[in-house]
């Protein structure tokens, strides 16, 4: 779907807002003031936007980036190189094309050996993973500990897209190479994780990956999301999760916070054409408003103008946007997804409709994540055993090597 400019929607200027002044001031290592919930009055370290919601990071976050598919000694192969891929939606916001890892090399031609036998790739991945996953908990359940009143709920997921990398000319192999060697200066690189996927994937996610790796079908569900900025509350963003009522109205299912990453480990997998993300995050839901906040936000929420015709499917008229000058409308979405589940991990494939009143950026984009359920259930019941937890990362990304990391159709060139 193709992103459509503001001043080509086919809606009055009227009914789109405009972005507040306060929305566009930026926060950076601010302190949340978060009244209703103590769990966020910790320092985070926000980096930044994504389509309307703010991306926070805990005090101690940990974000690693690994290379599967080296040769001995943690080489690259001579075949590997940086290259440029055309991507509209990230071209439009960094005016400029990013650069992903390709190797020239069949996968094949990688797992024969010279000799030296080598590691099972998700028996690597799991290795490095570990002891950070391990850490990056530990903190999560001393905080949870603390915060009983607080409703904390932590996810591990995998996601399954490409690393990109900015900042080209000046991004090389060389330079690729030792932020790899040396983790402490790993962020040198900016990267981002592109998560769009074409349609042939899920497709065949749908078809073949779900009953293959044994989880039955859930539910699907349609959901509205309201992106609001809370002046009180300036590092974070508030998410109010609506479903649609017949009569076209939206009916709040939900209020969260911004998600907060723990842990974020961004693996590039040279024999294979898709990447892997692996991510521990905890969300709080907002369940001791005010009522003054609960009416503002209802308020917003019934404003609300569900219109197939606009990115993220919701607009506002002139003036509703807001609420006195404490709330603002700052994004939308628009998602349909499907989920998939059993006793160890929760599969959800979904259309996302996503739209930033700040930027005017809009992206659709389809998506595909694996919620490792039965790990986090492992590090909850057996903090101090770590065989458990074990066997059971490295089954799940054996799984994952093999049914999630093909795609012969990438959304960009």
């Known amino acids: ?92 916001k960094n005016g400029e094309k990013p650069l992903v890892l390709v190797c020239a090399h069949p996968p094949k031609e990688f797992n024969e050996t010279t000799g030296n036998s080598r590691r099972s790739p998700w028996v690597s991945i799991a290795q490095m993973i570990q002891p950070h996953l391990l850490t990056s908990y530990r903190s999560v359940w001393n905080e949870m500990e603390f915060h009983e009143s607080e409703e904390i709920k932590p996810s591990f997921v995998a996601r399954f897209g490409k690393i990109l990398l900015h900042g080209s000319p000046s991004v090389t192999l060389d330079n690729v190479k030792r932020s790899l060697a040396d983790e402490s200066t790993s962020s040198r690189v900016k990267r981002s994780f592109y998560t769009n996927l074409p349609s042939s994937y899920m497709e065949g996610i749908l078809g073949n990956v ?23 509350r300036p590092d974070t963003t508030i998410s109010c999760k609506c479903t649609a009522l017949k009569g076209g109205e939206l009916e709040l299912h939900k209020i969260e916070l911004s998600a907060v990453r723990h842990l974020v480990a961004d693996i590039s997998c040279l024999e294979k054409n898709l990447d892997l993300r692996l991510m521990l995050y905890t969300k709080v839901t907002l369940t001791a408003l005010t009522d003054d906040e609960k009416l503002s936000l209802s308020h917003l929420i019934k404003s609300a103008i569900i219109d197939p015709n606009v990115k ?28 998939f589940k059993n006793l160890y991990m929760k599969l959800k494939v979904r259309d996302a409709d996503r739209f ?39 089954d799940t990304l054996k799984l994952i090597w093999d049914n999630f990391l093909s795609c012969n159709d990438l959304p960009f060139s």
């Open 1 to 92: 779907m193709a992103y459509i400019p503001p001043h080509k929607r086919n809606v009055k200027d009227a009914d789109r807002p405009s972005p507040t002044p306060d929305v566009l001031v930026p926060q950076f290592e601010r302190n949340l003031t978060l009244k209703s919930s103590k769990y966020n009055s910790e320092k985070r370290k926000d980096k930044h936007s994504s389509q309307g919601g703010k991306i926070i990071y805990a005090k101690h976050s940990i974000n690693r980036w690994w290379v599967i598919g080296l040769i001995d000694d943690d080489q690259f192969p001579a075949s590997v190189r940086l290259e440029p891929v055309s991507c509209e939606s990230i071209e439009r």
């Open 210 to 232: 779900a009953p293959n790796i044994g989880v039955d079908f859930d539910e699907e569900k349609e959901y509205y999301h309201v992106k609001v900025f809370d002046k009180s």
């Open 312 to 339: 993220g499917g919701l607009r506002w008229p002139l003036g509703k946007e807001c609420f006195g000058d404490k709330y603002s409308v700052v994004g939308a979405w628009h998602t349909k997804a499907k989920a």
């Open 356 to 394: 930033d009143f700040r930027t005017s950026m809009g992206e659709f984009s389809r998506e595909v994540g694996l919620k490792m359920t039965g790990i986090v259930g492992q590090l909850q019941d057996h903090m101090a055993e770590v065989g458990p937890v074990t066997d059971m990362l490295q």
